[in-house]
DNA sequence: CGGTTAATTGAACGCATTCAACACGAGTGG
DNA sequence: CCACTCGTGTTGAATGCGTTCAATTAACCG
């Protein structure tokens, strides 16, 4: 199997040519700008979504305010495919994006289609694994832990040596489900022990990729 | 309301005549003992699990030995259907167990059986809801709200007035990223308000449902 | 009963939060 | 060009929630 793309790499940008002209075909091309919603909390769920190029995150508010952010999705990301009637979790473009929406019932229209079918079958996997990966995160690791395995997988996903942080520090904090002020704190420490660089806030390079594995765990 | 089941309780006993006999007929039933493994952690996963009779509960182990609890499952619950090829957590009878265990290539052949195909997308989609709102407490929830939300939980599932806890403070803690001095603490706090009453350690019975409604935001 | 494990309670500690002040960068207008 | 502002990020000090470590009590089982 010679395959384009790491199959160890669990967000890595997908080929997906067939997939692409298919969600093409079926949906329409949507524009968002930064910071608008692409879909409400609670909202029915009968779209599906794949994220052309920006990126996009999912969040949920509770009744007294709490928000936790679900994850984020990059060109190639396929989102908002919960399997139950409504989205439990708001998507909201976190950079200016082009998204490709699909009707549901188009889709199913094309059920049996081996490359479609299987493309969301995947895309269903990965969300279930980066949803574990997520819980153990919160509920097993330290702040140092979190934003450690945080600049991992993004720094995973570009393999340029500087890596652009699409998010600010409050939506990271509140994927990490700590405050802005400790992960500001964490990224100084990281910094101080030179296993990551930030020439910008929005900009970092990892200097120290072993002690990073070890302490994203 | 009186129903065998509850449509709002997210994982109440669910009526499955038709779903219990494909099962049985395509799979094979298995007990396991207390505190025996299911199937273990990065196991390849090609079989599908329905609980009979007893309780499962799915776990992961970090190199380190943190441990976190998946979820628990109860009679009538399918489990293990994670999409990928292998395991990520492993599973274990919390308590003495009767299984039904499936080949995925025999669920295959009968793809396309409507109750089936129903039954598992159903499961997946309990499962991701589970996930998330598990992300959200994790992400978010004080100790105290957690394990009111767990203690709702528990009881919705069963509409008795006295409610059987089938697992120990330990799981209770690894459920809910907590140490088992913080479960003990809040259980007895939860108590001392008179919101909850343990006559005994495994058994509990609900005093004041908004108060913990409330708690479990 | 004793023996063993599980659960509770207490006291001290530490990690992350909270509250507050300060720094930085980008955009705007004098 | 500098002053001003506004949003965002960093840093400091104090507090507090949950943990850790240790001791005690309760439940379970022969």
Redesign the interface.
């Known amino acids: 199997m010679t395959l384009a793309y790491d199959m160890n790499d669990p967000r890595g940008a997908r080929p997906a040519s067939a997939l692409t002209d298919a969600f093409e075909r079926l949906g329409k091309r949507v524009s968002f700008d930064r910071e608008t919603e692409i879909y409400a909390q609670d909202e029915e769920a009968d779209m599906l979504y794949r994220v052309v190029s920006g990126v996009v995150r999912t969040t949920?508010v509770?009744?007294?305010g709490?928000?936790?952010v679900?994850d984020f999705y990059y060109a190639g990301d396929l989102f908002g495919l919960?399997?139950?009637p409504d989205h439990?979790?708001a998507a909201e473009a976190l950079t200016d994006c082009e998204i490709t929406v699909v009707r549901r019932a188009a889709m199913r229209a094309f059920a049996g289609d081996a490359e479609l079918d299987r493309a969301i079958?995947?895309a269903?996997?990965l969300?279930?694994?980066r949803?574990?990966?997520?819980?153990?995160m919160?509920?097993?690791k330290s702040a140092r832990e979190r934003v450690a395995s945080f600049l991992m997988s993004i720094a995973q996903r570009q393999d340029e040596g500087q890596v652009e942080l699409p998010m600010g520090r409050q939506d990271m904090a509140?994927y990490?489900?700590l405050t802005i002020e400790t992960v500001s704190r964490m990224l100084t420490q990281l910094q101080g022990e030179a296993i990551v660089e930030f020439p910008s806030t929005r900009r970092f390079q990892v200097r120290k990729w072993t002690a990073l594995e070890a302490l994203a765990?």
């Open positions: 949920r509770t009744l007294d709490r928000r936790q679900g919960e399997v139950g439990r979790f079958l995947e269903t996997r969300e279930m694994e949803l574990q990966d997520h819980v153990v919160l509920g097993r509140d990490l489900g765990a």
